[in-house]
Structures are given as structure tokens and as C-alpha cells.
């Protein structure tokens, strides 16, 4: 069977958002919605696992559909999001970008399909998508307890609701910390924050809006009907490249996960990349070869082109 209008589709998934298109938000003007800083009413009882497994569960078994925005360098990405489980548990989602260039991931249980600009649609194994939202936090976060504290910090009113404020906290001074916006009622995330040690607001996602159902939305039942493109063959050993360089220090905590050489799709330059992850954070690591002719190195007039520690979205 070949792949049916995955246009049509996804035509449902950008009708109902209200976000502002192309809007460039301050990220300290969007601190001032809710000062991360003074949470309401704390309670000393409140334990901050018990919410966190209670979120896992929201994020695996919840029927929804909800509308978030990604603050971050002083600009706000747009993003609508479906999730559901049919009748033989399976799972469904989709997350679309809906600024900008079309991006849409696509989730039927565990075959993951991208729709990106200039490149055919492809799916790959995995039981997660890729995106703003920490896998983590739908995995359980039992694994991070060696490097982070978890902290159940107070009440407060996110999106018309009440909510449960944590905190995800490193045990080092070389991590930012997670704040999370908890709904009281279904445990579902209504706002993530990223901040410094000091409390200054980095990174924000804001929840505009959450509709959980009972009955699976139309776009995901359109989504149970249609062939995702085929899964494409990962050669052996690909992700396990032997390459001639090393990263000598990384937080405690941190594996590697991917080592390879690819060309970078919007460039398309040759890299070797390296992945490290500490179960909430990505580390991702690019070299390739020197632009500056002057000067050569034992290997290849290689540089270091990139590095950074942050969530991976696409």
C-alpha cells in the first residue's frame, strides 16, 4: 500500500492553534507571566516523585490535544499536539512546527515519521518523537536520581488551572535546572521552564491550551489510517563510527550515545558528531574540516565547529 495524503492530514493539525505567527517574544517579558521564583503556598507534604510518575502516565495513556509555544532566544516557536491510544493500546501522535517551514513527526506506536522541508518523508523505529518536550518525562524519571534532586516547591494557576510547581534540580553547578507546571487534576504538563541556579528564566514552554477527551481526536483517526513511509535500514555499526578524536570531560553522569560521520542537511558539510545524554540533557558535539588554509593539524585541519548543551528538536 503506498502512502496516502499526508497533506490532508496534516492540514487538521494547523487549524486549531491561536498562537501569534512570527511573533518575537521577550524571553524576561515572559518571565513576568509567572516569576518562577515565588511559587504559591508551599507544601512540605508534597512529595515531587509521586507527580513526576503521575506525568509519565498522563504523557503514555491520556487522549489529547493541546497548543505550546517554545520561548527561547527571543522568539517564540509555535507548536500543536496530539496524542491518543486506540482500542488496541497503541499509540498515536503528532507534533507539528507551525511556523516557518513545514516540520511534522508523525507516531504510530513504534514507527516514528518526519516530514521535513527538502527532504522525502522517512520513518524510523522509536516509541518517542523527537522534540521540545523531554522524553524523560514520559519514561519516568527514576534514572536521573543520581545527578538530579526533585523538589515539590508549591501551587499556583497556569492556563486557567491549578497546578503543581517542581523542580528538577542538579546535584552540580553544571546543569540548568527544570521547572515544570503540573495540571492537578490530570498531571499533565501545562509549562516547562529552563533556568540558571540563580532563578533567571532561559528557555520556556507555555501551554495555551489542553483538551483531554475521552474518544481519539479526527487528525489521529486519520493518522490510524495511513501507511507511514517505509522505516529506513540504519547500517550496523553506524551509530558506533571509531572516530580520531575524544571528548575529555563531560559532567558526571553523561553516556554517549551516537558517534558518526553525515553531512549536515541544510549545509550539507561533512561533520563527525558525537552524542552524549544524561537522561534529561543532550550534549551534541560537530567537527569538520578548517575553512583557514594557514594553519594545518596532525588531522585534517579539523575545528571545533559546534557545541552545545541543549535538547535536540529535530
Given at each position: 500500500m503506498k502512502?496516502?495524503s499526508?497533506?490532508?492530514?496534516?492540514?487538521?493539525?494547523?487549524i486549531s492553534?491561536?498562537?501569534?505567527?512570527?511573533?518575537k517574544?521577550s524571553t524576561s517579558?515572559?518571565a513576568?507571566e509567572?516569576?518562577?521564583s515565588?511559587?504559591i503556598?508551599?507544601n512540605?507534604n508534597?512529595?515531587?516523585e509521586p507527580w513526576l510518575e503521575r506525568?509519565?502516565t498522563?504523557?503514555?495513556?491520556?487522549n489529547?490535544?493541546?497548543s505550546f509555544?517554545?520561548?527561547?532566544n527571543?522568539q517564540?516557536e509555535?507548536y500543536?499536539?496530539?496524542?491518543?491510544?486506540d482500542e488496541s493500546g497503541?499509540?498515536?501522535?503528532i507534533?507539528?512546527?507551525l511556523?516557518?517551514p513545514?516540520?511534522d513527526v508523525?507516531?504510530?506506536?513504534?514507527?516514528?515519521?518526519?516530514?521535513?522541508?527538502?527532504l522525502?518523508?522517512?520513518?524510523?523505529?522509536?516509541h518517542q518523537?523527537t522534540?521540545?518536550?523531554?522524553?524523560?518525562?514520559?519514561?519516568?524519571?527514576?534514572?536521573l536520581?543520581?545527578?538530579y534532586?526533585?523538589i515539590?516547591?508549591g501551587?499556583?494557576?497556569v492556563l486557567?488551572?491549578?497546578a503543581?510547581l517542581?523542580?528538577?534540580?542538579?546535584k552540580d553547578?553544571?546543569?540548568?535546572g527544570?521547572w515544570?507546571?503540573?495540571?492537578?487534576?490530570s498531571?499533565m504538563?501545562?509549562?516547562?521552564?529552563?533556568?540558571?541556579r540563580?532563578g533567571?528564566?532561559?528557555?520556556?514552554?507555555q501551554f495555551t491550551?489542553?483538551d483531554?477527551t475521552?474518544?481519539l481526536?479526527?487528525?489521529?483517526?486519520?493518522?490510524?489510517q495511513?501507511?507511514?513511509?517505509k522505516?529506513?535500514?540504519i547500517?550496523?555499526g553506524?551509530?558506533?563510527?571509531?572516530?580520531?578524536?575524544q571528548?575529555?570531560?563531560?559532567?558526571?553522569g553523561?553516556?554517549?550515545?551516537?558517534?558518526n560521520?553525515?553531512r549536515i542537511?541544510?549545509?550539507k558539510?561533512?561533520?563527525?558528531?558525537?552524542?552524549?545524554n544524561d537522561?534529561?540533557?543532550d550534549?551534541s558535539?560537530y567537527?569538520?574540516?578548517s575553512?583557514?588554509?594557514q594553519?594545518?593539524?596532525?588531522?585534517?585541519?579539523?575545528?571545533l565547529?559546534?557545541?552545545s548543551?541543549?535538547r535536540?528538536?529535530?
Open positions: 502512502l496516502i499526508i497533506s490532508s492530514l496534516l492540514l487538521l493539525v494547523t492553534t491561536s498562537v501569534a505567527a512570527n511573533e517574544i517579558a515572559a513576568n509567572e516569576d518562577i515565588t511559587p503556598a508551599a512540605e508534597e512529595q515531587a506525568l509519565a498522563s504523557l503514555q495513556t491520556l489529547f490535544s493541546t509555544v517554545v520561548v527561547k527571543n517564540a509555535p500543536h499536539w496530539f496524542h491518543g491510544v497503541n499509540e498515536l501522535e507534533l507539528s512546527l511556523n516557518g513545514r516540520r508523525l507516531r504510530k506506536d513504534n514507527i516514528v515519521s518526519y516530514i521535513e522541508p527538502e522525502p518523508p522517512y520513518s524510523v523505529t522509536s518523537i522534540g521540545p518536550i523531554p522524553a524523560v518525562l514520559r519514561e519516568g524519571v527514576t534514572a536520581g543520581q545527578t534532586d526533585f515539590s516547591v501551587r499556583s494557576r486557567g488551572r491549578p503543581q517542581i523542580r528538577i534540580v542538579s553547578v553544571y546543569r540548568y527544570h515544570l507546571w503540573l495540571d492537578q487534576e498531571g504538563l501545562l509549562k516547562l521552564a529552563l533556568a540558571n540563580t533567571q528564566l532561559l528557555e520556556q514552554i491550551h489542553l483531554i475521552n474518544a481526536s479526527e487528525s489521529l483517526l486519520q493518522l490510524q495511513t501507511t507511514l513511509p522505516v529506513i535500514e547500517p550496523a553506524y551509530q558506533e563510527q571509531v572516530l580520531q578524536w571528548v575529555k570531560w563531560l559532567p558526571e553523561f553516556k554517549r550515545l551516537n558517534a560521520r553525515h542537511s541544510t549545509t558539510k561533512p561533520v563527525e558528531f558525537m552524542l552524549f537522561g534529561l540533557v550534549v558535539v567537527v569538520n574540516p575553512e583557514d588554509t594553519r594545518a593539524t596532525d588531522y585534517d585541519k579539523i575545528s565547529w559546534w557545541l548543551a541543549s535536540q528538536l529535530w
